[in-house]
Each structure stands twice: as structure tokens, then as C-alpha cells.
């Protein structure tokens, strides 16, 4: 993935390739993965392990449930 706003949040070298706005970095880094398929795998199971544990329905609805009833309580 490209380094820009909202992915590099949401990523990191354990869960994917990251490169600059560069396109022969990029190119690079897409060569790499299609050389090397486990590679791919790997990072796609971290990309997964990431958003099961920090981006899932349960974690974002007890996160505004408990914004909610902060604002009620101010």
C-alpha cells in the first residue's frame, strides 16, 4: 500500500508492503509479492489478525456506546 493518510494508520511492515508515492517502488513491492505468493499470504493474514482485533463491529459499537454515554453524562 501506498504511505498516505488513513492506510498508514491502519497498517505497518508486519501487515503489508508500504511504499511512498513512489510507482517504481511500488512496482517493485507489487513484483515482489506476485515472485513470492507466500509473502502475500503472510501479510494477508496480519492485515486480517489487525482488523479482527482493533476494527471489528463489537470493538467500534462498545466504543461509541461509551462515547454516548459520556456526552449524556458532560
Do not use: M, W
Not at 504511505?3 to 511504499?19: F, L, M, P, Y
Not at 502475500?40 to 456506546?65: P, S, T
Amino acid at each position: 500500500c501506498t504511505n498516505v493518510d488513513g492506510i498508514k494508520e491502519n497498517v505497518n511492515s508486519n501487515n503489508a508492503i508500504i511504499v511512498e508515492s513512489d510507482p517504481k517502488e511500488l512496482q517493485e513491492a507489487i513484483f515482489k509479492l506476485l515472485k513470492n505468493p507466500s509473502i502475500g499470504k503472510l501479510l494477508g493474514q496480519r492485515a486480517r489478525e489487525n482488523i479482527v482485533a482493533y476494527h471489528n463491529i463489537d470493538l467500534i459499537v462498545k466504543k461509541f456506546v461509551k462515547l454516548y454515554l459520556k456526552l449524556i453524562n458532560e
